[in-house]
């Protein structure tokens, strides 16, 4: 029982911690996005991706663009940006 509530609270803590950055990326909205790691985000968008949102996260400020924009291989035609947040 232990075990599956240390994993219910990581899977709570994650969850809050993602919208807060759907929160703090807003008005942008990936069609996906998942935390790599403690500190790194990916936001994911497939056909047609809309380049306004991408150009709006390359310059919010408190944003750091680790990796990307580029295409992920298992989405043909889509865009992918791995990104750190330096307030959050």
């Not at 790599?36 to 919010?60: C, G, R, S, Y």
Request: aromatic share 12%; glycine share 4%; proline share 7%.
């Amino acid at each position: 029982m232990s075990q599956s509530n240390r994993w219910r609270e990581n899977y709570r803590f994650r969850c809050d911690v993602l919208d807060a950055v759907w929160d703090f990326i807003h008005p942008v909205v990936p069609d996906h996005m998942s935390q790599v790691n403690d500190d790194l985000f990916e936001a994911t968008w497939w056909k047609p991706v809309p380049a306004m949102d991408i150009e709006i996260l390359q310059h919010t400020e408190g944003i750091i663009i680790i990796h990307g924009p580029y295409e992920p291989e298992s989405i043909a035609g889509g865009l992918a940006v791995q990104f750190s947040i330096q307030s959050l």
